[in-house]
């Protein structure tokens, strides 16, 4: 009989710890998963689900304005800010039985709720219990950045976890931050009626894609109504008496300027969630930002413990963080080496989205300079998207020097499905040819990048030597006809 109670003790509920536990309990594990507030974590409660439901609402308030484009009366929507959020939480209700404690207990995990802390590496305590294990996964999660200028406290701050809780509609919404979730919520709301100032430090909006994708959202949000200030430094918050509240910011010309709002929304990124759980004591070493350091089999500095999701400093995404449980409980559980896939696709979810995979142009130059292969297609003139009245946005191929796929970026309508064929064939080792050479429904968005790659072949093939090469071709074929 083991001497630990567990085999696997879980900390924390989000997406990777539901998962590892899921999957834990499906192998025979003993399994506890210990969640000190609610299980489904920030992508449930705060996250992907409550702002992909407000994109919904708001994208269709879009639409109705924008009617008359295809002969249909054009109206103004009389936007109900209240029932906005009530289907946002619907669509929570709906889903959350997914992540409850009821499912996880009955597909035998063992739920513990309550704060839990290392205090060594085989032993947990939540709530004054003393819980042994054989191996442990961190899944903590992260929490929203602190605001840290001056005089942001008068002004009752929105984090990206505390805006769910607004119930009336700013009038004036000014954004910090030009992310993706700063340009996910600000393009929602303009759309919902709120004036909406979006303030970038940076030069460009969505400063980890393509250059080009960036200045596109920074385009389309100004088409809408969003005042995107980029390259623009928020020096302090102040309130005046009586008056409302103002964020001075520091223009590129060195200028400052006052910018009046209603409510502040922070979205300038998240913390890894490790304070408090004891993982000194457990070995388990951790960056300046507090992120878990992991090797490529999610292992941490201690031999038993592992971390997934947030807490490391991976990429933050909740996809990632199910497929870092995934490798992580299998490794933990039966000593496997699985390392992680490092070919992940991401979406922002704006209007275009913006999805990519692999390397960037500019990464791909630095390793291989001019022999990188860069092939791109417009939106403008693809079918599909004349059809729907979206013809903009663009799919960008990168390829090494032998033309295999290593990036790909879409930033177009419904760029976030396409990116899932293209993750796919960087898995693979295929070439960019693969792309243009695979049957794609007419007439679909995923011709996009398809496109792209005809454009390169057409390139590629239109050298000397492969025009000498398809003659020789067709004058062997003629010769055998012949004979």
């Known amino acids: 009989m083991s001497r630990h109670e567990f085999d696997l003790v879980v900390l924390g509920g989000g997406t990777g710890g539901l998962v590892s536990a899921l999957v834990?309990?499906?192998?025979?594990?003993?399994?506890?998963?210990v969640e000190r507030a609610r299980t489904g974590g920030d992508c449930l409660w705060t996250g992907c689900v409550?702002?992909?439901?407000?994109?919904?609402?708001?994208?269709?308030?879009?639409?109705m304005r924008h009617a008359g484009n295809v002969g249909l009366a054009a109206v103004e929507p009389d936007v109900d800010f209240q029932r906005v959020m009530s289907h946002v939480y619907e669509a929570i209700s709906a889903i959350a039985p997914h992540d409850s404690p009821e499912r996880l207990r009955g597909e035998g995990v063992d739920v513990i709720e309550g704060e839990g802390r290392f205090l060594d590496p085989h032993t947990l305590e939540v709530a004054g219990r003393r819980?042994?294990?054989?191996?442990?996964?961190?899944?903590t999660g992260s929490e929203p950045t602190t605001a840290t200028i001056p005089g942001a406290g008068s002004a009752d701050v929105l984090t990206t976890d505390s805006f769910w809780s607004l119930t009336e509609r700013p009038a004036r919404l000014l954004v910090l931050?030009?992310?993706?979730?700063g340009c996910e919520l600000g393009q929602a709301m303009r759309r919902l009626g709120s004036e909406v100032v979006l303030v970038e430090f940076a030069d460009r909006l969505l400063g980890k894609e393509e250059p080009e994708a960036g200045a596109l959202i920074a385009a389309?949000?100004?088409?809408?109504?969003?005042?995107?200030?980029?390259?623009t430094k928020a020096v302090e918050v102040r309130r005046p008496p009586g008056g409302r509240a103002e964020l001075v910011v520091e223009r590129p010309d060195g200028e400052r300027e006052t910018i009046a709002f209603d409510r502040l929304l922070a979205a300038t990124g998240r913390t890894p969630r490790t304070s408090g759980i004891g993982l000194e004591d457990a070995g388990v070493a951790t960056e300046?930002?507090?992120?878990v350091i992991v090797d490529e089999t999610l292992k941490t500095t201690s031999r038993n413990i592992f971390a997934v999701g947030d807490v490391t400093a991976r990429l933050p995404f909740t996809h990632v963080a199910a497929h870092h449980a995934r490798v992580a409980t299998v490794n933990a559980l039966l000593g496997a080496r699985r390392t992680v896939d490092e070919t992940i696709p991401w979406v922002t979810f704006t209007d275009p989205e913006v999805a990519r995979v692999g390397l960037t142009q500019a990464e791909a130059r630095k390793r291989w300079g001019a022999r990188a292969v860069i092939a791109r297609s417009d939106y403008e003139s693809l079918d599909r998207a004349v059809t729907e009245g979206e013809g903009y946005g663009f799919a960008l191929l990168v390829g090494d020097p032998r033309g295999r796929l290593v990036?790909?970026?879409?930033?177009?309508?419904?760029?976030?499905?396409?990116?899932?064929?293209?993750?796919?064939?960087?898995?693979?080792?295929?070439?960019?040819?693969?792309v243009s050479s695979a049957v794609h429904a007419y007439p679909t968005f995923a011709e996009g990048p398809s496109r792209a790659a005809d454009d390169h072949l057409r390139r590629h093939y239109g050298k000397r030597r492969y025009r000498l090469a398809a003659r020789i071709a067709l004058a062997a074929r003629d010769r055998l006809v012949r004979d």
């Open 407 to 434: 990036g790909a970026t879409v930033a177009a309508p419904a760029g976030g499905e396409a990116i899932a064929e293209l993750s796919a064939r960087i898995a693979a080792g295929d070439r960019i040819g693969s």
């Open 131 to 139: 819980i042994s294990f054989r191996s442990a996964i961190v899944a």
């Open 177 to 181: 931050g030009g992310g993706p979730i």
């Open 24 to 33: 834990a309990a499906g192998i025979g594990a003993r399994v506890a998963l």
């Open 50 to 63: 409550p702002s992909k439901s407000l994109i919904s609402a708001a994208r269709l308030a879009h639409r």
């Open 220 to 231: 389309r949000l100004s088409a809408e109504g969003v005042d995107v200030r980029l390259g």
């Open 288 to 291: 300046a930002s507090g992120a």
